[in-house]
Every structure is written in structure tokens, then in C-alpha cells.
């Protein structure tokens, strides 16, 4: 028999994406920072972010029952540890995450899950018409969101990678997609005595050069515009964080054998994705992962990978495996080494 607590999590996952609805409402109308120092009540926050008192206590509410928010005796909602999370401006801030999640461009892709089952095709183009980087070109608010995304997410994940894996062998950093150089620009930070170069579409790598010159490098860095498809700059050290899992197979390995064109041979290419054990366990960061995975499936025709899967695109580009670490955020640390 059924039991009514195997009928609770099924409907809890039924409406998963009211949750996410609810969570970008609070984000967008930016109700953390609104109630960050002090408690405030459902009229005082809808006159502050020019709603509706009624509807937003109940989408509140929502958020509260799910562990965002807490709600006092007296009705009014204050921060707590994870609404904390949606601050706006923090280095730890999922805000922009949010955001862009739970998206309208985004939204519109899940009632296309089983095209993309039945054909191999993204949900993206079935919804939108193009692929997502061609979306992105043509819609400046959505790259805009999608920058500071990805942005956001270097923040954090660049002290796990400093932590996780020493760049300081390496003269020469050439990091392969680097989009604004949040992540480079750390890694020079930590390495003082190496100079960057930033690689990415010209239209990208313009984004860097204020926040470069505002961490006084530079003088370090040389930003290089050009597709990773066609060929990549001379280096040392490569570094490519969040860029093959956007690809299928075919096209990781030719961004994979452009690096092995030029790259000498005590150099290394550190890749950094979200990595998906061997078998699947109920825990949290696994869940995070295959989610991410399946938005890889939707939008992208890429894909999260298992260790194994990386150790045989490296032999498949002449490249070994020769390390592999794991952050706290659930990412892999894989470390190719010229074969």
C-alpha cells in the first residue's frame, strides 16, 4: 500500500516549479534585501517593491514553508540563512542564478522535454526558433542576465579552484571561455608571477576589460577574441570552467585537439565541470548535478560527465587523465596532461 508520505514527496516534486516560480518573484522584486534589516510585514513590502499586498504574502508563504523566509508571530517575514542566499550584490548570491533559471526564455523550454527525448534537439530551439547562443546574440537583456550568471557563479567556484588545483607552475594562464575574467583574474591574483590571457567571442571579452583595469591587471592579461572552434591562443596552463558540458562529444573534441595543437608539453589543460558519479544516491549535490544536466540536455545538446567519460574524451584527444580533485560544490577539477 502506498504510504501518504511517498504521495507527499511525489506531489512536492509535482509542484517543484511553483516553488521556482514563487523563488523568482521574491528575486526579482528583491524581497531580501527589502526585509535585510529588519522584519517587515506583507503591506509594507508590497508598497516598497509596487505590488499587491494580498499576493505577495501568499507567494511568501510558499517560501516560507519551504525553509526561504521565516515568518514571525505577528506576520511580518525576515531574512533567514537561505533567503539570505537572494541578496543582491553578495559574492555568495544565488540571485542572479535565480533569475535566470526561472527566466520567461527559460520557462518556456520544459513543455518541450520529450521533443528533445523523441529527437535529439534542444528544447531551446523548439521553443525559441535558434540555438541558445544565437538567442543570446540577438537578446541583449537575456546575454546581459546570462553574463552575470555565469559571472556570479566564477566568483565563488574560482576560490574551490585556487584552493583545489596550484597554477603556479604556469608562466602563461590562457583561460579558454573566460567570459569577463572573474575567474582568471583570480587565478592571476593567486599566481603573481604569471600573465593571463583571456579567450572568448570578442563581443564577451569587452565585458572584462573595466573589471581587469579595476583589479590593476591590466598589464597581465591580454584579452584575445576568437571562436575556441577555430583555434586557441599559445599557453601553459589551460583552464575551460563550465565550457565542454555546453557540447556534445564531437565538439569537445575539437575544442580539446585545438588545445593539444599548441599547448607544449609540460603544460596541462584543467577542465572544470560538474561532475556525475557512476551510480546515483539520494543526496543533495548529486540532485543539483543531474538537474544541471538536464538543462545541458535542453538547451545545449551538452552534458554533465562521470569521471570516466572525461578520462576517454582526454585519450580520445591525446590527452592522460592525470588527476582528478572534487570542490565543495560538487565539480570536478580534471587535469589533462599531453599524451
Same mark, same amino acid.
Given at each position: 500500500?502506498?504510504?501518504? &508520505? ?26 531580501? #534585501?527589502?526585509? +535585510?534589516?529588519?522584519?517587515?510585514? +506583507? ?17 511568501? =508563504? ?11 508571530? #505577528? ?46 534537439? %534542444? ?12 538567442? !543570446?546574440?540577438?537578446? @541583449?537583456? #537575456? ?5 552575470? %550568471? ?44 604569471? =600573465? ?9 571579452? @569587452? ?15 591580454? !584579452? ?35 588545445? =593539444? ?20 544516491? #539520494? ?15 535542453? %538547451? ?16 580520445? %584527444?591525446?590527452? &592522460?587523465? +592525470? ?13 589533462? &596532461?599531453?599524451?
Amino acid at each position: 500500500m502506498t504510504s501518504a &508520505a511517498a504521495v507527499a514527496r511525489v506531489r512536492a516534486i509535482m509542484f517543484g516549479p511553483w516553488v521556482a516560480a514563487s523563488l523568482h518573484t521574491a528575486a526579482e522584486l528583491r524581497i531580501a #534585501d527589502l526585509v +535585510a534589516c529588519e522584519p517587515r510585514s +506583507a503591506e509594507e513590502l508590497a508598497v516598497a517593491a509596487g505590488v499587491r499586498p494580498d499576493p505577495l504574502r501568499r507567494i511568501l =508563504r510558499v517560501l516560507v514553508a519551504h525553509g526561504v523566509f521565516a515568518e514571525r508571530k #505577528d506576520g511580518r517575514f525576515e531574512q533567514n540563512e537561505l533567503s539570505e542566499l537572494l541578496r543582491e550584490g553578495g559574492r555568495a548570491s544565488l540571485r542572479p542564478s535565480v533569475l535566470l533559471h526561472a527566466s520567461g526564455a527559460r520557462w518556456a523550454l520544459w513543455p518541450h522535454m520529450l521533443h528533445s527525448v523523441r529527437t535529439g534537439e %534542444t528544447a531551446f530551439s523548439k521553443a525559441h526558433g535558434v540555438e541558445i547562443f544565437d538567442y !543570446l546574440a540577438r537578446h @541583449e537583456e #537575456d546575454a546581459r542576465l546570462f553574463n552575470n %550568471t555565469m559571472s556570479q557563479g566564477s566568483a565563488v567556484l574560482a576560490e574551490e579552484i585556487v584552493a583545489g588545483y596550484d597554477f603556479g607552475r604556469f608562466q602563461t594562464i590562457v583561460d579558454v571561455g573566460g567570459g569577463h575574467g572573474l575567474l582568471l583574474a583570480r587565478l592571476l591574483e593567486a599566481v603573481p608571477a604569471a =600573465r593571463g590571457v583571456l579567450f572568448d567571442l570578442p563581443e564577451v571579452i @569587452e565585458g572584462a576589460r573595466a573589471a581587469l583595469a579595476a583589479r590593476g591587471l591590466a598589464d597581465r592579461c591580454a !584579452l584575445v577574441g576568437g571562436s575556441f572552434f577555430d583555434a586557441v591562443p599559445a599557453g601553459e596552463g589551460y583552464i575551460m570552467k563550465w565550457i565542454l558540458h555546453d557540447w556534445d562529444d564531437a565538439a569537445c573534441h575539437k575544442i580539446l585537439r585545438n588545445i =593539444r595543437s599548441v599547448i607544449p608539453h609540460g603544460g596541462r589543460v584543467v577542465v572544470v565541470d560538474r561532475l556525475i558519479p557512476e551510480r546515483v544516491t #539520494d543526496d543533495a549535490s548529486i540532485r543539483v548535478n543531474l538537474l544541471m544536466d538536464l538543462t545541458m540536455l535542453m %538547451t545545449h545538446k551538452g552534458r554533465e560527465r562521470t569521471e570516466n567519460e572525461f578520462r576517454q574524451m582526454f585519450e580520445q %584527444t591525446r590527452f &592522460a587523465l +592525470a588527476s582528478v580533485r572534487t570542490t565543495p560544490t560538487g565539480h570536478g577539477i580534471f587535469e589533462g &596532461a599531453p599524451a
